[in-house]
């Protein structure tokens, strides 16, 4: 168990694992999470700059259904880079955990499908508060445990390109960038989107809009440098993904949105690792300005 | 279903998923293999040349112990540079497989632990004939019906990199380079390897020398380059891997192997991924001769 240097003094993060990655380190904690009321996980990547006195800036990731914090650092291929450029990486889970945690028999809601939302209706109200763990609990325990500055981007796949996008449209304060493989564009109108905030926000689709990045994104007068890659070999593209929804918004609001559509990937982290360059040097780029 | 190009029209593999990846393509196939006598699945990472009518280079990974076909094709991290040098690469299962193939209840025995030898006693014997699968049958089978060459070099980790180095040792003529990380170097004076000979091979330890590195390598006289890494930090180095006796052996022979020994890193493909781009380039300079 390690205290947190400032704070709270009865925060406490316990190391899980911890492997060495291109001369950073690559480490699993667990914690208490008051805003999610449960115990949780998260990895974080060090790049080596980070063990020489120097403050790097984060990227934090969010996965897709399903996945937890190990997805994208045992998959995605980031490290290499994210060593070179100096920026630390970020994975939370995708939802609470634990025997206590209301679930669903469907991989599209509960546990592994937290959507990135604070849920307001019961049973999920009590744990599923995804946005506030995100946004407030995480970051402050990670700035305050890690040689890390205050310099953030966000970046996500498919459920968590869905929260990467709405996270960064609501807070462009306090992202440099945001970007998303895949991203669920328009949730308030596909079937993953409609069972999860249905479940999570409760029928008065009224709410639903704070959590839909190209209602957001239509709305928005300021702005955070966008970034999203499809593949158009995806086979949620057209029923799920609707990237041409997330577009139609940017060219209404003059967002400054770069859509690419990619020929023959799929929705596999085999695409994500074919195009994680693109990201990184994006991000880097306006988390060193 | 595929008819092979060449050889026996009877001899058919079926696509199990296709992935795009850097330009390329990674696939999973079935087949029934009759050396090992049950189904079998493998991967092959296609790089774009092989698209563009080339005839490619193969490189052959072996995994360790537990490890599947997927494990190196979703955690290493080698498509984006084999994209790049044309290298393809195969990665066969670590063992038969299938409801009527023995077992055993420990890891580092039967399913997912084939050890690369031919197994001569029962009940193992039946099918575990993963020497003869990784030498003979599935470089036929590769060479038959992908756009790649006859230049092979060999490479695996712990348990495969045992295979890797025994089988290049044993086929000097078949293979271009040899590769290891972390690997089992001198299995018969280790517990894993002694396990496994003991089952496989019988209690006559005459016939385990024919499956140790070290062994072979001390009584070369033909070589394969051959480069190992082995991380300090690993916890298996000391009991199971024993590179020491690998670098003993080649300094008897004359061999030319580099070892190198990376300060902190572990057994995982967190290790492999750091330095997998070495790996590929030397034998990038052996295939391409």
Redesign the interface.
């Known amino acids: 168990m390690i205290a947190n240097s400032v704070g709270d003094p009865s925060v406490t993060i316990e190391n899980v694992s911890v492997?060495?990655?291109?001369?950073g380190w690559?480490k699993q904690y667990s914690h208490r999470s008051s805003v999610l009321n449960c115990e949780m996980r998260f990895a974080i990547y060090l790049p080596p700059q980070a063990s020489n006195g120097e403050k790097v800036p984060v990227l934090y990731w969010l996965s897709g259904l399903t996945c937890t914090d190990e997805n994208f650092m045992?998959?995605a291929?980031a490290?290499?880079l994210a060593a070179e450029l100096g920026i630390a990486i970020v994975a939370p889970d995708t939802s609470p955990r634990g025997d206590d945690v209301a679930d669903d028999e469907g991989y599209d809601l509960g546990k592994g499908a937290g959507f990135y939302v604070n849920a307001t209706q019961v049973p999920w109200s009590r744990h599923y508060q995804m946005y506030d763990y995100v946004v407030d609990e995480l970051p402050k325990l990670i700035e305050s445990m890690f040689p890390v500055s205050d310099k953030r981007s966000i970046a996500g796949h498919s459920m968590g390109g869905h929260g990467a996008l709405v996270i960064a449209l609501r807070n462009s304060d306090t992202y440099q960038s945001v970007s998303a493989f895949s991203p669920i564009s328009n949730p308030i109108n596909c079937p993953w989107g409609k069972k999860a905030f249905t479940a999570y926000l409760g029928r008065d689709t009224k709410t639903w809009s704070d959590y839909d990045a190209s209602v957001l994104m239509r709305q928005a007068t300021s702005f955070v440098p966008a970034l999203v890659d499809q593949?158009d070999?995806d086979n949620f593209m057209v029923e799920q993904l609707k990237p041409e929804m997330l577009e139609a918004a940017a060219s209404v609001s003059g967002y400054p949105l770069t859509l690419n559509i990619r020929e023959?990937?799929?929705h596999?982290?085999?695409?994500i690792?074919?195009y994680i360059?693109n990201h990184l040097r994006f991000h880097a780029e306006h988390l060193k300005k």
Chains 1, 2 share one sequence.
Not at 19 to 23: A, C, G, I, P
Not at 268 to 271: E, K, N
């Open positions: 492997n060495k990655s291109f001369d690559h045992q998959k291929g490290q290499a593949g070999g023959g990937y799929d596999s982290y085999y695409f690792s074919s360059e």
